[in-house]
C-alpha cells in the first residue's frame, strides 16, 4: 500500500483522530464536535462494524447517525470475517468521500492498531493461512497467550489473554515466518496529515465510568445479545468483544450474573489499562484530561488547531 503524496493531500481537511480508552466519553464528544465543525464520524472500533452488536459496542443511536453520517458502523453480519485490511480500505473510501464533500473526516474510537493501520499502512505480514487458523482456533484463550508469551513477552501484554483474534495472528505469523510479529513493523511516516487527541480521564473517574456502563449494559440487554449472538455458532468472531465472552458462563449457568459483571468490569479496566500503553508510545497525539479540561474549551483547541493546520499550508 503505497503512500500518497503530499501533493495529493487535501489541504484545508486534515484527518482528526479522536482515541482513548474505553468509556472515556469519545463518542458524545466526536458528535458535539462534529456539529461545531462540519464533520463526519468514520468509527475505528473493530467490533462495531458487526450488525446486531448495539449494546455490547455502545454504538451510537440511529437517530444520531441519520444527522450526523456515520462510516464503519453495522456492515459486516456477525458471522463475517473482517480483517484490519478491510478496516483500511474502507476507511480509505470513507475519507475520500467525507473530503469530497467538503467535510471534515473524524476518525473515533480506541482500536489502536486499526487507527495505526490507517495512519501508517498496514505492516509486510504474510497473508491469513486459513488451515493454520482453523488449528489454532482450537487452542483456549490460556494455551494462545502462552504461546505467543514465549515468543513475544511484550505483544502478549499488550493484547491480553481475552484477544483471541490478535493471539491467533500473531501465531500464525510466527508460525510461517520464524519471526514474531513484532518484527513486521509499520511505515515510519504516516500516509495523512492528521491531527491527533487521546482523550482520558482520572483513573478512579475512568475506572466508575467503566462499572456504570457494564451496569447499563445488563440493564438495558446485554445478555438477550449475547444469546441472539450465539445463535450463530460459538467460533463467530464477533463474540470475542469485550461484554459477550463474559456473559456466556452466566448464560451457560456456571457464575451468577454478579460473578459475570465483575469479571466483565475487570477485564474492561484491563483493557483500557493495554490503551493507555498503546498510545503512549504513538507520535502525533495530544493527551487530554476531560477530567480537567471541559469539552467546549477542547473543541476550542480542535478549532485554532485545525486553522494553524491550514495556515501553515
Request: no cysteine.
Amino acid at each position: 500500500m503505497k503512500n500518497p503524496s503530499r501533493t495529493s493531500r487535501t489541504k484545508d481537511f486534515p484527518l482528526i483522530v479522536i482515541t482513548g480508552p474505553t468509556a472515556t466519553g469519545k463518542t458524545d464528544f466526536s458528535i458535539k464536535l462534529a456539529r461545531e465543525i462540519g464533520g463526519e464520524i468514520i468509527s475505528a472500533d473493530s467490533m462495531q462494524v458487526y450488525k446486531g452488536l448495539d449494546i455490547g459496542t455502545d454504538k451510537v443511536s440511529k437517530d444520531i447517525r441519520k444527522e450526523i453520517p456515520h462510516y464503519l458502523i453495522d456492515i459486516v453480519e456477525p458471522n463475517q470475517k473482517f480483517s484490519v485490511a478491510d478496516f483500511v480500505r474502507e476507511a480509505e473510501k470513507a475519507i475520500k468521500k467525507i473530503k469530497e464533500r467538503k467535510k471534515f473526516p473524524i476518525v473515533v474510537g480506541g482500536t489502536g492498531f486499526y487507527i495505526k493501520a490507517l495512519l501508517y499502512g498496514l505492516p509486510q505480514t504474510p497473508p491469513a493461512d486459513e488451515t493454520l487458523r482453523e488449528e489454532l482456533s482450537k487452542l483456549s484463550d490460556e494455551e494462545l497467550f502462552r504461546e505467543v508469551e514465549k515468543i513475544s513477552p511484550e505483544y502478549a501484554r499488550k493484547v491480553g489473554e481475552t484477544d483471541r483474534k490478535r493471539l491467533i495472528r500473531a501465531l500464525e505469523v510466527y508460525r510461517l515466518t520464524g519471526k514474531p510479529i513484532t518484527a513486521f513493523g509499520f511505515p515510519e511516516s504516516p500516509r495523512y496529515d492528521f491531527l491527533g487527541y487521546f482523550l482520558y480521564r482520572n483513573r478512579p473517574e475512568l475506572y466508575r465510568r467503566i462499572e456504570d456502563r457494564v451496569d447499563s449494559q445488563i440493564k438495558r440487554g446485554l445478555i438477550r445479545e449475547t444469546e441472539w449472538l450465539l445463535s450463530f455458532g460459538k467460533n463467530t468472531t464477533a463474540l470475542q468483544a469485550l461484554g459477550y465472552k463474559e456473559m456466556i458462563p452466566y448464560l451457560k449457568g456456571r457464575v451468577s450474573l454478579e460473578e459475570a459483571a465483575k469479571l466483565l468490569k475487570r477485564r474492561t479496566k484491563e483493557f483500557a489499562k493495554r490503551q493507555f500503553t498503546w498510545f503512549r508510545k504513538e507520535q502525533g497525539f495530544k493527551w487530554i484530561n476531560l477530567s480537567e479540561v471541559p469539552e467546549e474549551e477542547l473543541i476550542q483547541m480542535i478549532k485554532k488547531d485545525i486553522e494553524d493546520f491550514s495556515s501553515e499550508r
